[in-house]
Each structure stands twice: as structure tokens, then as C-alpha cells.
């Protein structure tokens, strides 16, 4: 097993953090790099995640590259928030840090995003 991280991907955007509520979901979409320059937008994320008192499903299809901040956001929603945390589309850099941190036991990672529906419980613009 290859156990060398995936490194970040050739032009990659700056990172972005985004959360969407409806009734009974929330949705922290992630896309860009998810580093240490985020670490307060994370934060907030969890936050509102946690204030919705929803099962919290995290969209990672469009993140380039993640690290301990990244990593750390995802352990905090897997625990802190009701039933267990969905992580759809995962690059390889998500998979590999699931898997070398033991999170990924703690979570279910979707290959197909099942959707959210549009509605006006949308948190509103990027955190970012």
C-alpha cells in the first residue's frame, strides 16, 4: 500500500467553505484548498452545523487539497452533530486522510451525492 500523501492539485483555487440548511439536513460543502487559512470559517462551520441540530452530510468533490485543519473539521462534525456524518465525493487527498487518521471508521463516504434540495434554508453566501 502506497501510504505517500496525494499532494495538491496543479492549479488549485484558494479554499472555500459553505453551509446549507434545510429542516431536517445540513450541508457544509468545501471546494479549493482547506487549510490552516480557513481555520476560523471551519470553526464557524461546525458551529452553525451544530446550532441546526441536523444529521450533517459534508460535499468534498471539488477540494484540491486538505490538511490538519481540513481533517480536524471533519472529526469535529463526525462528533459533534446528530446521527453519523456522510462525506460525498471525496478526492483522493480526503481518502487518504480519512484513512491514515482513522475517521473514515467514523463516517460514511458517498462515491454519488444523493442531492440537496434547494430551498430557502440556505445559510446564505460562502463562510469564506
Keep these: 500500500m502506497d501510504t505517500t500523501p496525494p499532494g495538491p492539485v496543479s492549479g488549485s483555487q484558494p479554499g472555500s467553505v459553505r453551509v446549507r440548511t ?3 439536513r445540513t450541508r457544509i460543502v468545501l471546494a479549493g484548498e482547506i487549510d490552516v487559512s480557513l481555520a476560523g470559517d471551519l470553526a464557524d462551520a461546525v458551529g452553525r452545523a451544530e446550532l441546526a441540530g441536523n444529521p450533517t452530510e459534508i460535499d468534498a468533490a ?16 463526525a462528533t459533534r452533530t446528530p446521527g453519523r456524518l456522510a462525506i460525498i465525493s471525496p478526492p483522493d487527498v480526503v481518502r487518504f486522510l480519512l484513512e491514515v487518521t482513522r475517521i473514515g471508521d467514523m463516517v460514511d463516504v458517498l462515491d454519488i451525492d444523493p442531492g440537496f434540495p434547494d430551498s430557502d434554508g440556505d445559510a446564505g453566501p460562502s463562510v469564506a
Excluded: H, N, P
Excluded at 484540491?64 to 462534525?77: E, K, P, T, W
Design 22 to 24: 434545510t429542516d431536517d
Design 62 to 77: 471539488q477540494v484540491a487539497f486538505m490538511d490538519s485543519s481540513g481533517i480536524a473539521l471533519l472529526a469535529r462534525v
